[in-house]
């Protein structure tokens, strides 16, 4: 994949389990409308109100055109419509970021210097 979407995300500290589902929800909509989902991270130690969605795309057309799938899918409008009646999206913000080459997925190595 050639960019990556980052969605930072300010959200209510109070409605972390309704902001899971959505993220839940999420995870067999943006295949199926043609993202990479990396994943959603919710907050688990310090700032209690920020979480991230991370979803790959081959190029900004690419993303461009999985906006309009995603427009016209019944789920992802439902996912959408959730969100903004229950409130707990206080803050979206996007960026557009490329990886760089050699540093993702690297395993950890351990003590003994084997993977």
């Known amino acids: ?13 109070f409605q972390l389990s309704t902001f899971k589902q959505y993220a839940e929800n ?6 199926r409308c043609g993202g990479h989902l ?16 991370l979803i790959a795309f081959e190029s900004l057309a690419a993303y461009e055109a999985y906006r309009v799938r995603l427009k016209s899918d019944d789920e992802g ?8 009646e229950r409130r707990f999206i206080l803050k979206e913000e996007r960026s ?11 395993e950890p ?6 993977l």
């Open 26 to 31: 999420w995870g067999k909509i943006i295949p």
């Open 1 to 13: 994949m050639s960019i990556t979407c980052v969605i930072r995300y300010e959200i209510d500290p």
């Open 77 to 84: 409008h439902a996912n959408f419509t959730m969100a903004q």
């Open 96 to 106: 557009f970021v490329e990886v760089v080459d050699g540093t993702l997925g690297i």
């Open 38 to 53: 990396i994943g959603y991270f919710l907050p688990h130690e310090g700032t209690n109100n920020v979480a991230w969605g």
């Open 109 to 114: 190595i351990n003590k003994e210097g084997a």
